[in-house]
């Protein structure tokens, strides 16, 4: 589907009162940096707005279509009213129009951006190939981004919220059950690790220790080393926390060849 281009008649600039324009709700942005909204609040106090933002008409209204960012500072700065260009296009060429905007910025999320993709796909009716095409995207790219997707909704929390990289995402892919991505994505965060280290850890994860190489009393354990490991840093980093919080928990550790005893002691006093 080719949008409907915006002729030279629709490029004229209006004053549009904020409280008229009601947001799109096919903004695939969903998290906005409010230091940087301050900033371009002040400097459109100062300067006034550079770039018109774009609405089409709704109602006895209007609805945002691209400029979300700059409609908020707007606000911010306390402007009555801003600046438009209004372009008569239907809901889902606004829908096109919105993620289009998002896409072609630099600082859109991981997850938002891999959303907008998924959506810009449905709402084109397209294959992932001809969506490429369109966008200037290999499909290998496309595809890379749609598939953190599969990350469960809580997990991409984390992982945004650490300010954790695409390549740290992709690299949790290669974990299948959601339970021990879920224990190494904790131990990437608590110790900050880059993606190199977060590429190592996984590898130690998934690769088996041949059972030639281990006594044949725990050659039938070998499945369940690795995850030990991990839980082992899932309870220190739990110590540290509680730690942290003034309670000074203490643990104490012995390993055997058949099991390791993990003794965590809480007192019921917070005072040390």
């Known amino acids: 589907m080719l949008l409907s281009p915006i002729t030279p008649e629709r490029r004229k600039v209006v004053e549009i009162a ?38 089409r ?16 500072a707007c606000r911010i700065a306390g402007l009555k009213t801003v600046s438009c260009i209004i372009n008569d296009c239907d809901e889902k060429q606004s829908a096109i129009y919105a993620m289009l905007e998002n896409l072609q910025r630099q600082d859109l999320q991981i997850f938002e951006e891999a959303e907008g993709l998924q959506r810009l796909i449905a709402e084109w009716g397209v294959t992932q190939e001809e969506a490429a095409a369109r966008l200037g995207k290999s499909q290998s790219t496309l595809a890379n981004k749609i598939r953190l997707l ?19 995402a992709r690299a949790l892919l290669r974990i299948s059950d959601d339970q021990k991505r879920d224990l ?7 110790k900050n690790l880059n993606v190199h280290q977060t590429d190592q850890l996984i590898d130690t994860l998934l690769t088996p220790v041949p059972e030639a190489e281990l006594p044949k009393s725990r050659a039938s ?37 058949d ?14």
Do not use: W
Request: proline share 5%.
């Open 18 to 55: 904020l409280d008229k324009i009601v947001p799109n709700p096919s903004q695939p942005r969903r998290i906005f940096s409010q230091a940087e909204l301050d900033s371009l609040s002040e400097s459109i106090r100062t300067n006034g707005l550079l770039q018109p933002i774009l609405v």
């Open 57 to 72: 008409r709704k109602g006895f209204g209007y609805e945002l279509i691209a400029g979300e960012r700059r409609l908020r």
């Open 150 to 168: 599969r990350i469960p909704p809580e997990q991409r929390k984390k992982i945004t919220n650490a300010n954790l990289t695409e390549r740290h």
């Open 184 to 190: 190494v994505l904790n131990e990437i965060i608590h």
């Open 221 to 257: 354990h070998t499945f369940i080393v690795k995850d030990v490991r991990i839980f082992m840093n899932t309870i220190n980093h739990a110590i540290d926390l509680m730690k942290k919080s003034g309670i000074q928990a203490v643990s104490h550790k012995n390993e055997t060849d």
């Open 259 to 272: 099991y390791i005893e993990c003794v965590v002691r809480i007192p019921k006093s917070r005072q040390a």
